[in-house]
């Protein structure tokens, strides 16, 4: 995979620890995975983007290689808010105050909310093929709740999912991830590999569904509260959505952005959901107009 020439690193946050990797020179950039995934997502643009950037590649909480920490009745552990917190001092671990972020599918949900509570850290963020979680939860019509039959399923008591689903995790995987546009094609043999054992391992298919139960409670009333107060996201947005995917068929990404962020533009990429795999040159041309455009005038 194209990571060797990166450091793997820990980092203890709040009450967990964050696994991650880190390459290149330049600006920092953070770049953060979706489900049910970790940071190998980044594999077939890693290499690129270090040769113009710190890249600094985590597992978030709950996933891959970094720590997955007992839950509470709140969901508050697995809050986008404590995800967030993560991932500033992870940057500031480093000494990068101020970065860019990538994120795709949850690492957007994550980002989205760490550009609200942190607005001076995020200089410009880029979002993969999501729209704002409570846009689509309230939009919710029966072509979304079927291709994302997860959201619904992961957020039910404990253990049902837990069970089910870490019974046959590999089988989940599959569904999940080859029920999209292009099936299971676009995935590197080492990538799938990676993402089973990941969510093989003790804990992780209970960290995933905290994750799903905290977007539909405590996450919903922090951006409800956000949009209450009209606090939206300050930074340069660019957002990108597969053309083959279930996201713009059933929402208008810029639209709902727009209703979230002061300065949002975007388009949609042939492919499905899964860019950074799908698109990885689509995606790198994207990431070094958007980003480099600022640091040109910096």
Wanted: net charge negative; charged share 20%.
């Amino acid at each position: 995979m194209s990571f060797e020439a990166f450091a793997p690193f820990r980092v203890m946050v709040q009450d967990t620890d964050i696994f991650g990797v880190k390459g290149g020179a330049g600006p920092p950039l953070l770049l953060l995975h979706g489900h049910p995934q970790t940071h190998m997502i980044w594999h077939r643009v890693a290499a690129t983007l270090a040769n113009h950037f710190t890249v600094i590649a985590t597992d978030l909480r709950g996933y891959g290689a970094s720590g997955k920490p007992p839950s509470d009745a709140q969901h508050v552990p697995y809050s986008k808010r404590a995800m967030a917190a993560d991932q500033v001092a992870v940057m500031r671990h480093f000494g990068f105050e101020h970065f860019h972020v990538c994120a795709h599918d949850r690492g957007a949900r994550v980002a989205h909310r760490l550009a609200l509570d942190h607005p001076d850290a995020v200089e410009r963020m880029m979002l993969l093929d999501i729209a704002p979680t409570l846009a689509m939860y309230e939009k919710t019509d029966r072509a979304f709740a079927t291709a994302y039959f997860h959201w619904f399923f992961l957020i039910q008591p404990e253990p049902l999912p837990e069970t089910l689903v870490g019974a046959h995790t590999d089988a989940y995987i599959e569904r999940v991830m080859g029920n999209r546009s292009a099936g299971l094609a676009p995935f590197a043999p080492e990538a799938l590999a990676a993402y089973r054992a990941a969510l093989a391992q003790p804990g992780a298919v209970h960290a995933m569904c905290e994750d799903y139960r905290a977007s539909a409670t405590i996450d919903l009333e922090h951006d409800r509260a956000d949009l209450e107060r009209g606090n939206k996201v300050a930074c340069p947005l660019r957002v990108l959505w597969g053309e083959n995917g279930i996201v713009g068929r059933c929402f208008d990404p810029l639209d709902e952005w727009r209703r979230v962020a002061r300065d949002v533009s975007g388009r949609a990429l042939e492919c499905g959901h899964y860019i950074p795999e799908e698109a990885p040159v689509a995606l790198i041309e994207e990431l070094l107009a958007f980003f480099e455009a600022r640091d040109a005038a910096a």
